[in-house]
């Protein structure tokens, strides 16, 4: 090979460092919901509250905190259908957030397309329970969202446009 094929080769190989940063949070994120849903699947059948109260027990947590009790009381609403609806739901999202982070790292027009689609999708939920109630992990994850969706609006704004520039000389070449 010749320096000049060398140089080209590792230009090919290059990726864009910021989108394959996105695509581990994607994967990450993925990651948790596969938890989620393991975890779920492994409630089906118990009494959500008993085991709960043997982890406020294990944790050592007051049985007179609001939280802990509050925590409690809403277990009783959870049962077997709901824990597998919740199941269906986090490891339907994972599939979607591997499939994102799959695309990003791949450089894929798809993966950068559905990933801003969604991301823009979240993004009014975010601002609501960030108005609601302000947290610094509310507003990370608004930040690093909102950054996620405007680096994306521009990596898929700078594809299209040498589509569009090489386009143009076509249009302006003259006939003979």
Known sequence: MTGI????????????????????????QALLFVAVGIGALRLLHQDVGDVLDNLREALHFSPESRLVNFILDKASLIDDPMLRRIGLVAFSYAAVSFAEGIGLYLEKAWGELLTLIIT?????????EVMHRLTWLRVGLLVINTLVLLYLLKVVASRKKPAESSEQPAHDAPTA
């Open 5 to 28: 094929a060398v140089q080209q080769a590792r230009q090919t190989k290059r990726h864009n460092k910021l989108l394959i940063l996105i695509a581990v949070y994607k994967s990450l």
């Open 120 to 128: 823009a999708s979240f993004l009014p939920w975010e601002i609501f």
